[in-house]
């Protein structure tokens, strides 16, 4: 499958962005977000199964909300709140399910997008 993120942007902190992640076919998919800030590696945003179990990173909760309209195939991240330790490059990330509906504890993801710009300025 093919990820295509979309909805970066460059905003004030406080403000809000969403970001859409369409995949190329439909499938039961474990999905997520991971964020890349400059010169850091890539970390888990949150994680969501087929079956809409969900896990956030703690730094994002009561913030970040991610939502999956199936029959568009598209994974959303809405971003309220921003800060700036926001700013970096959000990747989606999918696995087919083969078993059940939920991710695993440990994703192993095995299908990236190319990632889209948030930066966040004071």
């Known amino acids: 499958v093919q990820l295509v993120e979309s909805g970066g942007g460059s905003v004030q902190a406080g403000e809000s962005l969403r970001l859409s992640c369409v995949a190329s076919r439909s499938g039961r998919y474990c999905m997520g977000w991971y964020h890349q800030a400059p010169g850091k590696g890539r970390g888990e945003v949150v994680i969501q199964g087929a079956d809409g179990s969900t896990r956030y990173t703690e730094s994002v909760k009561g913030r970040f909300t991610v939502s999956r309209d199936y029959a568009k195939n598209t994974l959303y991240l809405q971003m309220d709140n921003l800060k700036l330790e926001d700013s970096g490059t959000y990747f989606c990330?999918?696995?087919?399910?083969?078993?059940?509906?939920?991710?695993?504890?440990?994703?192993?993801?095995?299908?990236w997008g190319r990632g889209t710009r948030v930066t966040v300025f004071g």
């Open positions: 990330a999918a696995r087919e399910l083969l078993f059940g509906y939920a991710c695993p504890s440990s994703p192993d993801f095995r299908n």
